[in-house]
């Protein structure tokens, strides 16, 4: 029997590369490529920056703005080795924009959640020092619409107390019908465990061995002629 302790220490940690920024619906729908994706939504000030770098494990990667709804573009992230993507959606939830910004983010949002084939689950990422809000809400009502597997994650747990964190998570539980993952982008709570469920939602399936079967198979039917 296998020692599944020497499997994952054997198994690399994963590293983050920016792929691709993009702005428009234009850019949006020339962007294709095939790699399993996992989106990243949340409020604006949600921590969504901080966490990408606290995954990817550099400072720098994703930039920390200090003025919430600052990012403007959907950015996408390769997991190496892993071969799936991230992608980085725009906070929503931030009245301070204007209705006609805030509407064409929404509308990049959805275009981007209801028509990328790849799209394998939403990380929601959620404030775990507030309460429930309507938009959080929306987002996970939008994900089961469309039968979109959702991760739940409690951002800035370190803020919370043990109490808080708990009450958070049975409340989103409740809600979604699955256990969230808390996390702190400082002092690296729960990071671990949220790779572990990120790199299982974008496990890229293997094909070839199901490949190597049927060749298999149809080497082994007898031909007409060779049946005679």
């Not at 906070?91 to 990328?116: D, M, V």
């Not at 747990?157 to 979604?176: F, G, V, Y």
């Amino acid at each position: 029997m296998p020692d599944t302790n020497t499997e994952k220490k054997n198994v690399p940690a994963p590293t983050l590369e920016l792929l691709a920024t993009l702005y428009t619906l234009d850019q949006l729908k020339s962007y294709v490529h095939d790699r399993p994706q996992i989106a990243l939504a949340g409020r604006s000030n949600v921590g969504k920056s901080s966490l990408i770098n606290a995954l990817a494990r550099r400072k720098k990667l994703a930039k920390v703005s200090s003025e919430p709804g600052k990012t403007r573009s959907v950015n996408l992230f390769e997991v190496k080795p892993d071969g799936f993507c991230l992608t980085d959606l725009p906070g929503y939830g931030y009245a301070r924009r204007g209705h006609e910004e805030r509407r064409s983010w929404a509308e990049l949002i959805q275009n981007y959640l209801e028509k990328t084939p790849a799209l394998r689950a939403l990380a929601l990422l959620i404030d775990c020092r507030i309460p429930t809000q309507e938009s959080d809400r929306v987002m996970a009502d939008f994900a089961k619409a469309h039968k979109l597997p959702v991760i739940p994650i409690l951002t800035k747990a370190d803020k919370c107390t043990l109490k808080e964190r708990s009450a958070q998570m049975k409340t989103w539980e409740r809600i979604l019908g699955v256990k969230p993952v808390a996390v702190s982008s400082v002092s690296k709570l729960g990071i671990d465990e949220l790779w572990a469920r990120l790199r299982e939602a974008g496990r890229i399936e293997e094909v070839e061995e199901a490949a190597v079967t049927a060749e298999n198979a149809a080497e082994n039917i007898e031909s007409p002629a060779s049946a005679e």
